[in-house]
């Protein structure tokens, strides 16, 4: 009998992936075997439930918290606060820009209603999503439409409403690039001044989005070091480990089979360090399921397709899935 993911981690944490409606659908059977967690792809930004003020288009993301609530899996909330995937009502009063009141009346409104359809169902909401800047140099804020509406306090705002909306679900911040030291300096230093002032922020979501080469283990140690000593709980909110370094737009038809070794020998390396810290961490979701359908391939080079995850293109188990089962 073959190992089942997320059993073999019961003790662990639980695992998740990130679905859309129609992936539930072609990707059932991995999803109801491996995984204890799941998380909308896109289905609850706001671009997707609230595209105009008075709007909201529960029906896709309910489909997904619908199959969590059948198969008895977590579902995790993404996103509330971001600066892509935000129409741009939010941020307009008629041909001008909305002023901070508005703005904010608007961002409570999304949230309260939103963590309010979904109250219950959710265990941890992605609350605010990427604020910090990845420039060494310049602001630590992200040049992001709610910090020109409403100005740097947005993110205490937002956190304020959503604890208000949904007393139970977990809060967390959420950010890519969250290993590399100066803006995991950053972010420490974003979450440390929330919480001295009383901020309500229960975790810090580490994106995961990795390479076969990069962030050194070293590296992912030091930034999981750094956010724990603030006493949050951390989660890997969306891990895949691409074959290619992040500028590299080289493309193959077939995954080379050098690469899914290094992936496998990384994939295993990762876990090791995450099984040290399971004290930590109250989550790990995988963004996507099988190399199929993964948002690499067509991102950031079009139609360049990758290999990022357990599972290959006809489903079936690789290397990287054996590596971190077998321990
Ligand atoms: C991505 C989705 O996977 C894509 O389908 C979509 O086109 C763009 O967004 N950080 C996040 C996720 O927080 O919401 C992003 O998801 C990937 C990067």
Not at 13 to 18: R, T
Request: charge should be negative; include cysteine; hydrophobic fraction near 40%.
């Amino acid at each position: 009998m073959s190992k089942r993911l997320s059993e073999t981690y019961r003790e662990y944490f639980p695992i998740g992936a990130a679905v859309t409606p129609v992936s539930i659908d072609t990707h059932k059977e991995l999803l109801v075997g491996h995984f204890s967690s799941l998380t909308a792809e896109n289905q609850m930004k706001p671009g997707i439930l609230h595209p105009s003020e008075h709007i909201y288009n529960f029906e896709q993301g309910d489909v997904i918290a619908d199959f969590a609530l059948q198969n008895h899996m977590l579902l995790r909330g993404h996103t509330l606060v971001w600066h892509n995937q935000t129409p741009e009502w939010f941020f307009k009063d008629g041909g001008k820009a909305a002023s901070r009141t508005l703005a904010l009346k608007r961002m409570k409104e999304h949230i309260y209603t939103v963590m309010g359809h979904y109250k219950g169902r959710t265990c941890a909401w992605d609350v605010v999503n990427e604020a910090i800047a990845d420039q060494a140099e310049g602001p630590a804020l992200r040049q992001a439409p709610w910090l020109t509406a409403v100005g740097g306090d947005y993110i205490e705002h937002a956190f304020r409403y959503a604890r208000e909306a949904d007393s139970t679900a977990k809060l967390f911040y959420n950010d890519y690039n969250e290993c590399d030291p100066v803006k995991s300096k950053k972010i420490y230093e974003l979450v440390k001044s929330l919480l001295e002032r009383g901020v309500p922020v229960d975790g810090i979501g580490m994106q995961g989005h990795w390479n076969i080469y990069v962030p050194e283990l070293d590296k992912i140690r030091r930034a999981i070091e750094l956010y724990a000593s603030l006493g949050i709980s951390l989660q890997i909110t969306e891990l895949d480990i691409s074959l290619f370094r992040f500028d590299d737009g080289t493309a193959y038809e077939k995954a080379p089979a050098e690469l899914i070794e290094l992936q496998a020998e990384r994939y295993g390396r990762i876990f090791e360090l995450l099984r040290e810290y399971k004290a930590l961490f109250t989550g790990i979701t995988f963004w996507g399921i099988a190399d199929d359908d993964t948002w690499l391939s067509y991102f950031p080079f079009r139609d360049r397709k990758n290999w990022p995850l357990l599972f290959d293109d006809q489903h079936r188990q690789k290397k990287s899935f054996e590596n971190i089962t077998n321990f």
